[in-house]
């Protein structure tokens, strides 16, 4: 199987095609960390103590991802709440989910925007 040739990073470093360079993860760290700088505690979006309890409850009764089959370790709410606390703590727009899923194809769908 044929494999792509080096690439020639914006900051001049010859980097392996299947790779990403030092400067671009370096770039994306800072990047993640200003946002995160931003970002509410999880505590002040929600997800203290009480829904820490709720969370376990649910998982409880809801061992498995139906997708995937892998044990649920995530409440995933299907619609985004976006902050409201009616639609954050409706039971109807959780789904148990398993961290990959959660993490990749769901999460995905939830940051496209809406219409």
Not at 75 to 84: E, I, L, Q, S
Not at 86 to 100: D, G, H, I, Y
Request: hydrophobic share 25%.
């Amino acid at each position: 199987m044929p494999t792509k040739p080096p690439r020639v990073c914006g900051c001049g470093h010859r980097v392996p095609s299947t790779t990403r360079c030092p400067c671009q993860v370096k770039a994306d760290h800072a990047r993640k960390a200003r946002h995160d700088e931003k970002r509410p505690s999880a505590n002040a979006r929600g997800y203290g103590s009480k829904w820490q309890a709720a969370r376990v409850e649910y998982l409880r009764a809801n061992p498995r991802y139906a997708r995937c089959g892998a044990p649920a370790t995530v409440v995933h709410h299907v619609t985004p709440h976006r902050g409201d606390q009616k639609l954050f703590w409706r039971r109807s727009n959780w789904q148990p989910a398993c961290k990959p899923c959660h993490d990749g194809p769901l999460q995905a769908v939830e940051k496209k925007p809406t219409a």
